[in-house]
Nanobody
Framework: QVQLVESGGGLVQAGGSLRLSCAASGRTFSSYGMGWFRQAPGKEREFVARISWSGTSTYYADSVKGRFTISRDNAKNTVDLQMNNLKPEDTAVYYC?????????????????WGQGTQVTVSS
């Protein structure tokens, strides 16, 4: 079982940058693909990005493509999300999660072991 803790959220002006980090416990972290999701008030949790177990394959939602970069360090058991050129519509609680062997690869049903989330607020 992998436990996840997100950090790095905060308040930033539009056009600014933040780097989120997700720290994982458990010796099997490097065996799993990982993903980042976000959830704004009153909205469903939505896919942001995912990365393969090796880090060689990544995939992004259209809304963040070209602005966000997902990466991982299996030696440190971390997966990061670098967010550049932030927009007010990026405001949400951001969650990391472990890719399951079933379910959608770009939907919440395909991920588990959710962290507690970290708040990102982008002011205009």
């Amino acid at each position: 079982q992998v436990q996840l803790v997100e950090s790095g959220g905060g308040l930033v002006q539009a056009g600014g940058s933040l780097r989120l980090s997700c720290a994982a416990s458990g010796r099997t972290f490097s065996s799993y693909g990982m993903g980042w999701f976000r959830q704004a008030p009153g909205k469903e949790r939505e896919f942001v990005a995912r990365i393969s177990w090796s880090g060689t394959s990544t995939y992004y939602a259209d809304s963040v493509k070209g602005r966000f970069t997902i990466s991982r360090d299996n030696a440190k058991n971390t997966v990061d999300l670098q967010m550049n050129n932030l927009k007010p519509e990026d405001t949400a609680v951001y969650y990391c999660a472990v890719r399951l062997g079933v379910g959608s690869s770009s939907g919440p049903s395909g991920f588990g072991s959710w962290g507690q989330g970290t708040q990102v607020t982008v002011s205009s």
